[in-house]
Nanobody, 124 residues
Framework: QVQLVQSGGGSVQAGGSLTLSCAAS????????MGWFRQAPGKEREAIAV????????HWVDSGKGRFTISRDNDKNTLYLQMDSLKPEDTAMYYC?????????????????WGQGTQVIVSS
């Protein structure tokens, strides 16, 4: 069973920072494409970035590129999303996701496994 457990999130002032984490199984972490998505009210869930197991650089999709950073803790099988210079437009529900295999995708429908989601609220 693929299980993704998220933590982090919360409320922050514009310009502040938050770090989200996604703990996965060892197999998922080392074998599957993983990514971060977000969904704002009334909008479709969209990819922020995805990364394959062997990649050194994530594939960035969202405007968070340049402000956000993805890192990994191999000992904890955990994927992180460091968000800096947050803007009110970043307010959304944030999800960690995984799909089977090394080949990545950027459409949420291509990801079969999801964390529980965590709310990020950025106030001006």
């Amino acid at each position: 069973q693929v299980q993704l457990v998220q933590s982090g999130g919360g409320s922050v002032q514009a310009g502040g920072s938050l770090t989200l984490s996604c703990a996965a199984s060892k197999y998922t972490y080392s074998s599957d494409c993983m990514g971060w998505f977000r969904q704002a009210p009334g909008k479709e869930r969209e990819a922020i970035a995805v990364i394959s197991p062997g990649a050194t650089v994530p594939h960035w999709v969202d405007s968070g590129k340049g402000r956000f950073t993805i890192s990994r803790d191999n000992d904890k099988n955990t994927l992180y999303l460091q968000m800096d210079s947050l803007k009110p437009e970043d307010t959304a529900m944030y999800y960690c996701a995984a799909r089977s295999g090394r080949v990545c995708a950027t459409t949420f429908r291509d990801f079969g496994y999801w964390g529980q989601g965590t709310q990020v609220i950025v106030s001006s």
